[in-house]
DNA sequence: ATGAAAGCGCTAACAG
DNA sequence: CTGTTAGCGCTTTCAT
């Protein structure tokens, strides 16, 4: 193994310059840097990362807590991992992942062994466990999602909030004036995950102001729980021209029962979507949507963990603004309105 | 920070006998080895990673190289990452997340910089570009996916050419002689990725012992490219009644096509897939597959290393024999064979 | 602009 | 069964 002595006895300086011209910490004469990096290159030379890290008390790694829960869209979770790792390793960072599974655990043992400098903690919940145990850690921790109280985080997140706040002004402009909300599974509002309660709030918000009627109900990714609930809702709600859905799973479900009750996409009916882009991109009917921005979220961790490790003190929450994509599911709700043809007697979609 | 230091002074003993204590290397006299683990308890001691990782050269980090492309499907390769996190935390180990984009120069920095004892490298294909560093590298490895040359490494996979030839065989059993197989697309086989030729070698290896028709078709995901494909499958073998399809992609395309030409699912034609258990099983016809075991790749991966770690030398190849699930979508072929009903007349699913 | 030297916290001979 | 001690490879004062 080549050994930073290695190195500076090939070129002939001292260990110590040989760090420095690593670090950058001290101006160094051209010549001597230029004959150490030449060494460096000769001898294959890398810094051992665990003598560096008991040196310096800096490992270069950041800790990603991953959910181990599969009740969210796998992919997405995998994009912001993704993200993570090539945001961190732009800034010489290293990424541990963890599964959920340690919970609180892995907080203490990140911590304790000082195995990570930070740590980045995926799928929080409103009143996450981990949270009491970050706050008294040493380390800077970023959290993806947004706890219900954030004191003494960074918190990074999709404007949940404006993302449904858009969804209700998009089809209230194209004059739709029912609009059903096909939501999580009652499973992800039960254990508090924020987001599906803060995208709520928007779309409630956005339709008191626009005088739309707004119809939630959560629903698991099953093609039988779809169809109960939007009978459920046709019935309650005749008049429903819209659907807003928040549900990666529901989506290729909801598309299938309304191409199959003779409804069709978006001359009788709109359908919108809050969830990853690839999926409206490539569900059957191509959707208008809010996409999820996983890469940006990833990136945007990284970054504020970076620069609070370089000493630039940012703690703060970073809401990103929500991007509508219209995709052709969503259009003007038809003059008249016509009855939702529910039933098996309907033929595809005519408007008239 | 609580080091071995203070535990020691805090019972009484030196600084080895804790570290003793700790890797149970030597024998201790209960009495001191209560006193201590009391001592640790009390004071809240964590090795410290990084003085561990200098002073023993093993860091308790296993490196994970996930690819960074996407054209494989997401869930799986998720579920390996949390099935190596998993197996890893309950052998002592961390997790290093590495993606495929730094190539073999990842191997590389792994190696120079001890950051890790281990590699898993998945998404492997057959003349990979990481294997030549990864064979002169000091560090174990096991390849998730099997290379042309697998010398010197530990491989584990799904045995592919098998679960090929026990579609076939199933399918034979129900008295299907035309079957068609819907591949993944032409790029992935393109890129040497070994799997889809495996599984296409058992397949037809199984089809010429069975004397039963094959028809092969690489297939993008998009329903456009199924529709194509399926109809050029039934032009060219207007006698075929069943389909393996291996692409979780084109799992909901093909079924909505043959819903769509009024084929019935498995009365008229019958569905075979080698794809996630998840996406059989919530397919909107439940599919009978053979299924990829994620969980029981990764934990095998993780075993396979700690053992090489620990010294038990044991290179070899793991092929996880394929476990075929009767879902539904297969059945017996109709007597008499019907003509596929590939046109708009045809209605739904009789056999006369 | 460069060197010398003292650790960082732990492990593993080497002694007893 | 336990203690002493010499590093592991690097960073970082303190000197010059």
Redesign the interface.
């Known amino acids: 193994?080549?050994t930073l002595a290695d190195v500076a006895r090939h070129a002939g300086v001292s260990a110590s310059t040989v760090s420095y011209v690593l670090s950058g910490k001290r101006s160094i004469s051209a010549s001597t840097r230029e004959r150490i990096r030449r060494s460096i290159d000769e001898l294959?030379?890398?810094?051992?990362?665990?003598?560096?890290?008991?040196a310096s008390s800096r490992?270069h790694?950041l800790a990603?807590m991953?959910p181990?829960r599969t009740d969210l869209y796998?992919?997405v979770?995998?994009e912001i991992?993704?993200a993570v790792?090539?945001a961190a390793?732009a800034h010489g960072y290293?990424?541990?992942?963890?599964?959920g599974?340690?919970g609180p655990e892995a907080v203490?043992?990140v911590e304790?062994?000082?195995?990570a400098d930070a740590m980045i903690v995926m799928d929080v919940e409103l009143d996450d466990p981990r949270l009491p145990f970050l706050r008294q850690a040493e380390r800077p921790a970023v959290l993806i999602g947004l706890p219900a109280d954030t004191t003494g985080f960074t918190c990074v997140d999709l404007d949940f909030e404006a993302a449904g706040a858009r969804c209700v002004d998009h089809l209230a402009d194209l004059g739709h004036r029912q609009i059903a909300v096909l939501g999580e599974p009652p499973a992800v509002y039960a254990r508090g995950t924020g987001f599906a309660e803060r995208t709520l709030a928007g779309l409630r918000a956005a339709a008191a102001g626009r005088r739309v009627g707004l119809l939630h109900r959560p629903c698991e990714?099953?093609?039988a729980a779809v169809a109960a609930t939007v009978g459920r809702v046709f019935e309650e709600r005749p008049s429903t021209t819209a659907f807003v859905v928040q549900n990666e799973?529901a989506v290729?479900?909801l598309l299938?029962l309304l191409r199959h009750q003779g409804l069709a996409v978006p001359e009788d009916i709109s359908v919108v979507a809050v969830c990853a882009a690839q999926v409206a991109a490539?569900a059957?009917v191509p959707l208008t949507s809010v996409g999820v921005p996983a890469q940006e979220m990833g990136r945007h961790a990284v970054e504020r963990l970076v620069a609070h490790l370089d000493g630039h003190e940012d703690t703060g929450t970073v809401l990103i603004a929500p991007d509508l994509t219209v995709r052709g599911s969503s259009g003007p709700v038809a003059v008249p309105a016509p009855p939702p043809g529910r039933t098996e007697r309907a033929g595809r979609g005519h408007s008239g």
């Not at 304790?112 to 195995?115: L, V």
């Open positions: 193994m080549v294959g030379y890398r810094p051992h990362a665990g003598a560096r890290a008991l490992t790694i990603l991953m181990l796998v992919p979770m995998m991992a993704m790792t090539t390793r290293d990424v541990l992942l963890l599964t599974e340690e203490r043992r304790g062994s000082a195995i990714g099953t093609h799973t290729e479900p299938a490539h059957s």
